[in-house]
T-cell receptor
Framework: AQRVTQPEKLLSVFKGAPVELKCNYS??????LFWYVQYSRQRLQLLLR??SRESIKGFTADLNKGETSFHLKKPFAQEEDSAMYYC???????????FGSGTQLTVLP | EAGVAQSPRYKIIEKRQSVAFWCNPI?????LYWYQQILGQGPKLLIQ????????DSQLPKDRFSAERLKGVDSTLKIQPAKLEDSAVYLC??????????????FGPGTRLTVT
């Protein structure tokens, strides 16, 4: 069965500092991984997906199959990045998303 | 385009009562999902529809939960009877399709259920 682990429930960084939100997964097949974000009082929304290899709002994430990780990174955090971030794994066989428990990021002024 | 709509936004009921949630997906989206999000956890898929057929309901507690998507558009999720552990946010999401790995799920605002 697939599993997604986000070891940090809370993470605080200062504005302008680098930030890394950790995500590890367990899955026997070829993984498709996503990061979703929920800003205060807003809906859960897709931030980025690994197959697109895109950078959204300065965030990037690289799939490391050897370490079974998909960490989210940004070199210079902004206050507007404060939000709840969820890592999610798409299982082709089960055709569903499995979410991690989320990391609440706070960017301090 | 209009987003996924859900109602009600909040509901408080006593245990053993019944409750129903409604979802209207984005127009043209064939796939509809219901998730349960307990405080401090990520969303957990309860049931997934493709048009008006069930694709996956393996994590739906069928002794008390039921869902339908008549006509392949709107959907209703019901709990009867509710238990204290059902207190959670119930999220509805939709996507163009469940096929392939490029689909994107669009989420509604959720319904916060409190069972007392």
């Amino acid at each position: 069965a697939q599993r997604v682990t986000q070891p940090e429930k809370l993470l605080s960084v200062f504005k302008g500092a680098p930030v890394e939100l950790k995500c590890n997964y367990s899955y026997s097949g070829s993984p498709e991984l996503f990061w979703y974000v929920q800003y205060s009082r807003q809906r859960l929304q897709l931030l980025l997906r690994h197959i697109s290899r895109e950078s959204i709002k300065g965030f990037t994430a690289d799939l490391n199959k050897g370490e079974t990780s998909f960490h989210l990174k940004k070199p210079f955090a902004q206050e507007e990045d404060s939000a709840m971030y969820y890592c999610a794994l798409f299982s082709g066989s089960a055709r569903q998303l499995t979410f991690g428990s989320g990391t609440q990021l706070t960017v301090l002024p | 385009e209009a987003g996924v709509a859900q109602s009600p936004r909040y509901k408080i009921i006593e245990k053993r009562q019944s409750v129903a949630f409604w979802c209207n997906p984005i127009s043209g989206h064939a796939t509809l999902y219901w998730y349960q999000q307990i405080l401090g956890q990520g969303p957990k898929l309860l049931i997934q529809f493709q048009n008006n057929g069930v694709v996956d309901d393996s994590q739906l507690p069928k002794d008390r939960f039921s869902a339908e998507r008549l006509k392949g558009v709107d959907s209703t999720l019901k709990i009867q009877p509710a238990k204290l552990e059902d207190s959670a946010v119930y999220l509805c999401a939709s996507s163009l399709s469940f096929r392939g790995n490029l689909y994107e799920q669009y989420f509604g605002p959720g319904t916060r259920l409190t069972v007392t």
